[in-house]
């Protein structure tokens, strides 16, 4: 198991832009992802994501909003801790990480 931990810096911001492509490329891989706020509420777990919340009408969302359909109420400096596993964990990982590096 990997994990990834992220602080939300523009919650409305550029991310919004390719979202609907992270979320293509996951869903392509054979990988489950728990997402959760820092402060250790407990983890929302998506071992499908075609079969969770990932929609095509999350095509023209924002960051927020994307947290938001999780139950999980992000503001600016929040942390959020992604945890992979299975056979594709580390190409999961890069993929959000350099989406939230970009």
Do not use: H, W
């Given at each position: ?14 991310h919004a832009l390719?979202i ?17 706020k ?14 969770s919340?990932?929609?095509d009408?999350?095509?023209?969302t924002n ?32 993929l959000?990480?350099n989406?939230?590096?970009?």
């Open positions: 198991m990997l994990a990834l931990t992220v602080t939300i810096t523009d919650p409305l911001g550029i390719v609907s492509q992270l979320i293509g490329l996951i869903d392509a891989l054979n990988c489950d992802i728990a997402i959760k820092q402060s250790n509420q407990p983890l929302k777990e998506y071992p499908n994501p075609s079969e919340f990932y929609t009408s999350i095509n023209q960051l927020r909003d994307f947290f938001l359909v999780l139950k999980l109420n992000i503001c600016y400096l929040d942390t959020v801790v992604f945890e992979f596993s299975g056979p594709d964990e580390d190409e999961a990982k890069e959000i990480s989406y939230f590096m970009q």
